[in-house]
């Protein structure tokens, strides 16, 4: 049969796996006893959706070394697959074929290119020349053989096979002066890799060892072979926290592929009485590559006494909970609930509110005492808690306001809105921020001079959640959030200036109207000559990131150019004749508005009435 090519995708990891791009080149085992034990779960799932009662012991993995013919066999039970599943598994890279490989990962040692795109049987060419795959699917009479070298491509031809279940046969490199591949040949290493990596896979891995005994009446030993299970078969999370050390759980977490980062916590819990279930939840430290894209599935492995019911379980966890990884195993659920039944079962929504209690509790202890780790975790997902603040019209407050962090004027690192309320003057009124692309920005931008002037606080709102989240909070601790763009600042004597050259103002604003629904003298500049501020529960960034709708040309707000009356410009002002009024009011206008990032109008205008200021 003509040889098949891989496509270009699935060609190019290859080229990086057989470069020796992933370091850890162990990990091929784990990767190909998980596939095993996904064969071995679809094969009982579908006895059981057939109504039959599977006998789960039946399944096994088994692991055959040939040191003579230099190859490791790799063998189970399960499903099996035809010709059609061999092409969409072993052909190209994950059904969705969806490959977003980052550039930056050819240029960095080490990446977990397995963890990260989830296509563990390609790590087996960094250990193998060549690979060969026998399978038979179950209810079907035809087995095949897939053959791939590596690169080049591969061939699938018709095979025989007695039973059901798939073969892998891994035809081990040979040895080069720096990488030892006689170790994956070695009983002692494979075990040791079993242990490390898949002891709690659920059906037995077993292997022909080679043993000594003392002979019957004699000093001398003999050598035997015994057929041994290596792994315990006890879900880790059915085992003592005692009993777990922190190189357990994350070797849990890396074998589930939860993700090819560190955790930045573990949550093992059990609870038993009216409610029963184990919970072994993870945070990851970065974001899945897809996290933020629809592709990406959220959720929870619920089990039942040991067996999975559903792989993403999406009703045990809040939306803004989304990134939390683990699993579920509760004995009050039914081995044939349905998505149905799901639903409606009040267990399992009892759960889901012990377990957000639960995670709510283990992040706000992570934030209060091991700040570092919790900065970390808040780069890679506080968006999604933002997100969570502004869903619902605020139904989750009160669990995630204390989660959520910005940047501030006084801080060099993250601040909770509790610490920035224990550091506000006496006489502050309100909790005071700034929306921008940057904190430096931010800083910069004229509006701010006034509540830095006064020693407060301000907060760098740098997302477009941001504020809408904030908007959506209302207050905390009793005070009331506010943008530095506002009309009223709720600072000392704001309304005394605002008052004074009433004249000169109405003459300003008369030659903007249309454009700003008022003009005024204001507090809050120092050195700047002027700014836009707003009236309405609109803000200018609002604005912004709601233009980008459909209703983009409603969302508009109500904007008012504050004069600095201290500034060398504002003489000009009072000295101008109309014409030139007109000119001034329209430039100031126009530069306010590239300040805080809005589109001029008629920007060719602006850059006229540059030209005919210059030229009086």
Known sequence: MAKKQFKAESKRLLDLMINSIYTQKEIFLRELISNASDASDKSYYNALLAGKTPDRERYQIRLDVDKVKRTLTITD???GMNKEDLEKNLGTIAESGSFRFKAESEEKDGVDIIGQFGVGFYSAFMVADEVAVTSKKEGE?????????GSDGYTVTEAEKA???TEIVLHIKENTETENYDEFLEQYRLTDLV????DFIKYPIVMELTKSRKKEDSDEYEQYTETETLNSRIPLWKKSKKELTEEDYKGFYHAQRYGFDEPVKTIHTSVEGNLTYTALLFLPGTAPYDFYTKEFKKGLALYSNGVMIMEKCADLLPDYFGFVQGLV????LSLNISREMLQQDHQLKAISKNLTKTIQKEL?????KDRAAYAKFFDAFGRTLKYGLYSDWGMHKDVLQDLIMFRSSKEEDYTTLKEYLERMPEEQKYIYYGTGETKEKIRLMPAAEGVLAKGYELLYFTEDVDEFAVKMLGTYGEKEFKNITDADLGIENDTEIEEKYPELMGKLKDALVGKVADVKTSSRLVSHPACLSTRGAISIEMEKVLSAGPDGEMAKAEKVLEINPNHVLFAQLESADEERLNLLANVLLDQALLIEGLPLENPVEYANNIWKLLEK
């Open 77 to 79: 039970n399960g499903i």
């Open 141 to 149: 009479d035809t087995a095949w053989n897939w053959v791939s070298k």
């Open 163 to 165: 039973s059901t279940g």
């Open 195 to 198: 242990k490390k990596y898949s």
């Open 329 to 332: 195993d509760s004995a009050d």
């Open 364 to 368: 706000a202890a992570l934030c209060s």
